[in-house]
Structures are given as C-alpha cells and as structure tokens.
C-alpha cells in the first residue's frame, strides 16, 4: 500500500479514539450505563479463532443493548497474517493483533480472552489444523474460559457442520465450542481445572449465520428462519450519541494492521443467530429466556438489587456522587454474599462506579517508563475526590509491600501530591508477553505459569493500592503504576510503567546468506537498562564458523543508551547452516534476548523480549547471469535474497519497462501479485515476451485468478486456479528429473526442499499449453497431486516461467533449496555465457 495513504489512514483513525493508556472519561450517561449493566446478571460468550473473526456488531449488541457482560475468545492471536501498517510479523504481529482486540474491546464494550493456540498460518481442514494444534490443550483452554468466565449463551462465528469450506482454524474453533459445551459442567474433564474454577453449564449455543454460510443474500433471504433469533444491530444509543453498528465500525476500525478501516454502515441492519444446542427458546425474542438476569439470580443478591434498580431508576444526572451512600450500602452487602464469581465481578463493576460517581483522579506516575531490577525510582502519587462525599486518604500501598500510612480528608477539588521511592524487586523478571517466555511448537504457545491461561495480557508487575475511607466504610482501590509525560507536539500522553534487563543485545540482520566462503561484518547492538553498564560481549556460533574477535568489553554511560559492536563472521568451505546470537555477560550474569518494542498510536506500547539469534547459511551454489530487473508487485523481499547471493538486481517500474531498458538484463523477475496490483503492465506485456524470444529468462510468481489486469499472463495458454500447498513438509515428486532446471548449475534433489516454512506455494495453474513442462508434482494430505508448482516454457531464445512456489517466503528465513531452485530458474539457457560464478 502507498505509504503516505497508510500514514494518512492511521492519522484519521486516531482521532477517533483515546489514547489507549488515558484515563477514560467518565460522564454521567457512561455512568448510568455501567449502573444497567451493573443490574444485568446474564453473560455471553462469543468464540472464533483469529483477530478480525469476531463480529463487533453483535459483541457491540450484547454488550450495550443486552446490557450482558460479553466476552471474544479468540483461540489464537493472528500471528499467521501480514502487517499492512509496520515491519513486525509473526510473534510480534501476534503481539500487536491481541493489543487491537483489546483497543476493539474498550470500544465496543466486550471483554477478551485466549487460548494457546498459535496462528501457524493457512490450514484447509480442522483435521489437520488439530494435527498442528495440540486438540486437547485448546479444548481444555476453551473449557478453561467457559468455567472461569461462566457464559449463559455462547455464540460461535462459525459452521461446526462445514468442515472444508473455510480456514481449518474457523471451523475448528466451532468444533471446540461445541464439545466444550457439555465437558464444561463434566468434572471428569479437566479435573485439575476444578481446584480454582468450578463447573459449570451454559445455557444455549448459538451459531452466528449470515448469508455468507449460504453462498447468496437470496438463499438466505429464503432459507427456513425457525430456529433463528434476530436482533437490529443498527439500534441507536441516544446516551453515546452514536448507533450500535457506528460503535462496531469503529471497534473493528482498530484492527489496522489488517487495513480493516472502513466504512461505517448506518441504520436498521438484521443481524441472525441459530440455535444449535441447550435449552430450546419459548420466546424467540430472547436469548436468556427461561434465565433470571435480576439480582435475585443471586443467594443474597435481593437486598442489592433492591438498592441499585432505585439507583438506576432515579439517577442523578447532574450530580450522580448523589448515590454514592446508597452505591457503598450496596458494595457492603455485595462483599457478604457466598457466590464468589458474581462477588468478583460486581465487585470489581460497582467500585469502578463508586470511583466515577465521585470523579476520583487516582494515579501513580513514574519519572521513567522503565526500569531493571533493584532500581529505585521515583514515583508521584496523586489523588483528587472531585465530589462533596467525604472520603479519607487512609493510606497507600505499593506492590512490595511498602505501606505508607495516611489520614488525610480529602476535600473537593484539592489534589494531594505524593512522593514515594518505588524499588524495583531484585528478582523482578522483565515485562514480556507471557505466551512468548518460553518457546512454544509450531501450533502451541508454551504458558509456564498456568495461572495465566486465557488472558490477553501479562498483568503489570507494580501497582499501588489506594485505601480509603468512603462513607466510613473501607474501599480499596488498585492502579497500575504508569508513566505521564508530554510530547510539545501530541499534549499529555501515558505509558506503561516496564520492567527491562540490565542489558540486551541484537543483530540488526536475522538471516545472513553466504555464497562463498568470504568473511561478513556484523554489529551487535547492546543496550543498557541502567546508567555504567559495564560488561562484555561475545556471540555464540557454530563449531565450523569463525567470529573475531572472540570478546569485547562493553561500558554504556547512560540508562537506555545503546552502543554497536563490531565482529567479523566467517563461513565454513562447505555448505552449512546454524544459528549465531549475541551475549552480554554483566558480572555473573548472562543476557541473550533482544528488546523489541512495538509502537503504534491507536495501542499502548509494546515491549517484547526474544532470543536474540540470526541464522546464518552457506550456501552450496552455483549461477549464471548477473543482472536482474525487479518488476515489484504487492510487495516481498525476493531482490534483497537475490542480492545476497551476488545478483545485480534493478527494480523497474511499470513506465521504464522498454526494449532498449531490457536489453541490459539476463533476466526479468516479476514480483509476487504483480499482475494483480499493478494496472499499466498489461500494455508491456509483449515487450516482456519479446524480452524473452531475444534470449532473456522471464519468472513470475505466483498472482491471484481473482482480479488479474491482463489477459494473458504468459505467452502460451495458462489458467490460475486456487491449487495450493499449504503443508511445508508435503512430499515433491520429481516429473521430469531430466529437466536442466532440476540440473544445472546446481543438482536438485530432495534435500532442496527440507526445511521449508509455512506452505510450498500458492494458487497454481490447473490447466497449461502444451509449450510448458510441469517439473513438480505435489499435493496436501488427502488431495490428488498438483502439478502446475513450476512450469517453464521455452519462448523464442528465452525461458518463460511460472511458479507459484513460495520463495518469497523461503528466502527471508534462508531456506537454502529455494535459493538453488531459484539460480537454477535464473541459469536456464546461460549455460554458454561466461559470467562471474560463485
Ligand atoms: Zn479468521
């Protein structure tokens, strides 16, 4: 995408929502708002499998018309996708994905689970989706969610019954769903589960159809509605000023790195869910028909509802800290009640309203936003009672127990500032994604502290408990430790308060090719997590590999400084591969992961803590021919990889593709989608094909039968169809062993194609001219062979060639039987010509 309309789009869309750390505001309609759903008793629980599945106009719905404490479950967290707004993929897309569905959630009111799933990419069938997954961790997870958050209805976003027509991942989290259902409430499931969660029965399971699971609007608009709710998902809220479906476009405009800002669509919309399973309904307007979603759900709960419906039913718009004795009478009976899930939860509602009401200002700001172990750093205190009801600064304390005793009436309006030393604990371990502590498998994260399952984030490590006197009764109020600062140009901004090692080291390069056996430099980049660090650095490698020199000494002055380090790299005479990384060894200790943060506007910072570590290849290769024009498509890193391996590679634009521009290359390499972005090529494509009659080679890889912009792709007949390969490891028969591309310069053979990642390759041709050969045949488990991976043909003097093989996503992981196809693709017909080789 245009990089300036990206920064425009972003732009606009921040405008739209707080800052994700600010202080929310708290007026009186969002007041009442949290008062109902305060006195609605009754949960739903919506499941799919990826950020952006989940439908915000219904969460949107439930959560703010319902009134429902609504929940997503995700099972994983999109870690398989492509980031449209930065450079971060893969874990770190994960990481970033999860935070915009907690930036959705603020929004339209849900709240946000997961489980430990891992997005490992494209899967056709849930059978092997369960293959990758562990099956019966995710399901214990999806029980795990079920007993702890304890939903009446559960809604999926996906067809248990249509295995096959989508991701293998959607109709998975479906299939998971529906056994979690009963194994909830089956305590020979999960036991272990039980000692800190109880069982537990939903109500009803729904399925959230559309006309999507039935091919037309037509078909739907005809299909057999009986065992359907629907709910008008366009319902305005005259208390936000805003509709329900305004409210879920700007909830799913959160999912930028996805390019899912969009329009918002305004006005009555049907929105259907279908019965699967439960309780039938007697009156189809309801969802929690036959459930009592009252305080009287509730072994003591009448006496509190009793309060709050009068609080609700009277309230004081102008003035709601009104209510605060009544809302504190209220908060008293709640804590006597034996039903710990509903004391919890309300609890955790109703101090959230008491501390609106009386437009409490409770914070705990550091001077820095980040800090190691054993630093001691300054934090001010602030607390402001912006109401007339009396309220007492009992006293505050910090997450390692350091009390500091007060008594202090707090008046209205007057701020009181505190100062306080907070010490970093000398055990603390850095702030990090949980799920990214411990190296997980391909389909699982690995979660050591099983306590922490399910959540969409690692709880912060310093917080401050403020004690106060409210109405003579002691209330309890607990905020995370952040930073506040200001930018001259952005006003008051507010950060997470991080843990950071005392040192952390990188290599900018995270795949470093080599084509022969000459030395490489590298930096490692060090950073410090406090003022003098003072140490030294080595990088570990290989046996066969060389680094000089072996160690250096490492002095940073300052906190936060980072300082490069020089090496030198040198590869084995033979082919090899292996991982080097970087150490830092600090008195005894010894530090091996790298710091990444991940900034965007629209979510809170994102510090990330990886092993620091870069493979390293050597590769066994041989080529012919040097220069390369790059006609680039959607977008891959295809000319960096060709580089490292001694190509000249140019990139061409569409306008300065010309006979006498060609002339100069051995060969023209289009990029992958091409043919589908960019919309001039058509009118050069016979001055590429006359490219190729004079002698040139011609690859292009793999575009879409969707939206192509020319009519013929290739200079014979060829059709894209949606034939893939998504199992790396799928077997790769040889057609025509005998073919130069299999031969020379460099000899295929099946160890070419180990270690690939993700898939082999993507929408193949189904049907060719007889011109072509097919060299490759392959196919995933249970699907017959596919034998349009790689297809050549010879055109005048030159080669034309088609591969929808996935080197756009071997090269940047230094696959090296990607590599050697490649030269070999770039090699054909050269073998007279006499340029440099390797
Ligand atoms: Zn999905």
Redesign the pocket.
């Known amino acids: 995408m245009n990089k300036t309309i990206l920064s425009f789009m972003i732009a606009v869309f921040s405008l739209s929502i707080f800052h994700a750390q600010t202080p929310a505001t708290n007026s009186s309609s969002k007041i009442y708002e949290s008062i109902q759903k305060l006195n609605f008793l009754g949960s739903v629980l919506y499941i799919?499998?990826?950020p952006?599945?989940e439908n915000t106009r219904l969460i949107a719905y439930m959560s703010n018309q319902i009134k429902a404490r609504t929940a997503y479950l995700s099972l994983t967290r999109g870690d398989g996708g492509q980031n449209l707004i930065g450079s971060d993929i893969r874990e770190l897309l994960g990481v970033l994905r999860t935070q915009e569905l907690l930036a959705a959630r603020r929004i339209d009111g849900g709240e946000q689970l997961f489980t430990r799933a891992n997005d490992f990419g494209y899967s056709k069938h849930p059978d092997e989706t369960f293959e990758i997954w562990d099956k019966d961790d995710v399901l214990s997870d999806v029980v795990l969610a079920i007993r702890t958050f304890q939903p009446d209805i559960i809604i999926n976003r996906f067809d248990h019954r249509s295995p096959g027509t989508t991701?293998g991942?959607?109709t998975g989290s479906a299939l998971l769903s529906v056994e979690a259902f009963e194994l909830a409430n089956d305590k020979t499931a999960f036991p272990k589960q039980l000692n800190k969660t109880t069982l537990w029965q939903p109500k009803r399971l729904f399925f959230n159809t559309s006309y999507w699971f039935y091919g037309s609007q037509e078909k739907f608009d005809a299909a057999d509605k009986s065992n359907m709710i629907s709910f008008d998902i366009g319902t305005y809220y005259p208390l936000k000023g805003l509709s329900n479906n305004e409210v879920a476009a700007l909830a799913r405009s959160q999912h930028l790195c996805q390019g899912f800002g969009n329009l918002t669509q305004r006005g009555t919309q049907q929105e259907y869910i279908e019965f699967l399973k439960g309780e039938p309904l007697k009156n189809n307007d309801d969802i929690f028909d036959g459930i009592d979603t009252t305080w009287n759900r509730v072994k003591g709960g009448k006496e509190i509802g009793d309060i709050l419906y009068e609080v609700e039913k009277n309230f004081n718009f102008t003035n709601p800290s009104k209510h605060i004795p009544q809302l504190v009478e209220a908060y008293k009976l709640l804590q006597n009640i034996e039903d710990e899930h509903w004391k919890v939860q309300k609890t955790k509602e109703l101090l959230n309203i008491i501390e609106m009401c009386a437009g409490l200002y409770l914070e705990a700001s550091a001077e820095t936003n980040y800090a190691t172990q054993n630093e001691a750093i300054k934090l001010n205190i602030e607390i402001l009672n912006r109401s007339e009801t009396p309220i007492t600064l009992v006293g505050f304390k910090t997450t390692n127990n350091v009390n500091v005793s007060k008594n202090i009436a707090l008046k209205n309006n007057i701020k009181y500032n505190f100062n306080e030393i907070l010490k970093i604990k000398a055990d603390q371990q850095p702030t990090t994604p949980y799920w990214l502590n411990t190296k997980g498998t391909l389909g699982m994260y690995k979660v050591d502290d099983e306590s922490l399952i399910g959540l969409p984030e690692t709880p912060r490590a310093y917080q401050i408990e403020f004690n106060l006197l409210i109405n003579n009764t002691p209330i309890t109020f607990t905020k995370d430790v952040i930073q506040r600062y200001s930018k001259p140009d952005k006003g008051e901004l507010f950060r997470p308060f991080e843990i950071i090692p005392e040192a952390s080291a990188s290599i900018t390069e995270k795949v470093i090719i080599f084509n022969s056996d000459e030395k490489h430099h590298i930096s490692v980049v060090v950073k410090a997590g406090h003022d003098n660090l003072t140490g030294k650095v080595e990088i570990q490698h290989p046996e066969n590999w060389m680094v000089s020199p072996k160690s250096q000494k490492v002095s940073i002055a300052y906190k936060g400084e980072e300082r490069s380090y020089n090496f030198t790299l040198t590869p084995p005479k033979n082919a090899s591969e292996g991982v080097i990384s970087p150490i830092v060894y600090v008195g005894d200790k010894a530090y091996s992961k790298e710091l990444i943060e991940i900034d965007y506007s629209h979510i809170p910072l994102q510090t990330v803590l990886l092993p620091s570590e870069t493979k390293v290849v050597r590769l066994d290769i041989q080529k012919k021919g040097t220069n390369i024009a790059y006609i680039q498509g959607a977008g891959d890193v295809v000319p960096e990889s060709l580089e490292q391996i001694g190509y000249h590679v140019e990139y061409l634009i569409t306008d300065e593709i010309s006979p006498e521009n060609l002339q100069k290359y051995d060969a023209v390499v289009v990029g992958i989608r091409a043919y589908n972005t960019l919309d001039d090529l058509q009118f050069k494509q016979q001055q590429l094909f006359d490219f190729v009659a004079q002698g040139g080679n011609m690859i292009v890889q793999y575009n879409t039968n969707r939206g192509l912009k020319v009519e013929n792709i290739a200079p014979y007949p060829l059709s894209l169809s949606r034939d893939r390969v998504t199992d790396e490891n799928a077997k790769v028969r040889f057609l025509n062993p005998e073919h130069p591309v299999l031969n020379y310069p460099n000899k295929i053979t099946q160890k070419d194609f180990e270690g690939w990642t993700q898939e082999r390759g993507l929408y193949f041709p189904n049907s060719w001219g007889k011109e072509f050969t097919p060299i490759l045949a392959m196919h995933d488990k249970n699907e017959s062979d596919k034998d349009g991976s790689l297809l050549i043909a010879k055109y005048g003097k030159g080669y034309y060639i088609y591969t929808g093989l996935s080197f756009f996503r071997e090269f940047p992981v230094g696959v090296s039987g990607a590599y050697r196809l490649f030269a070999n693709m770039l090699s054909l017909g050269k073998e007279n010509t006499n340029t440099q080789e390797n």
């Open positions: 799919a499998a990826h952006d599945d991701h991942h959607h």
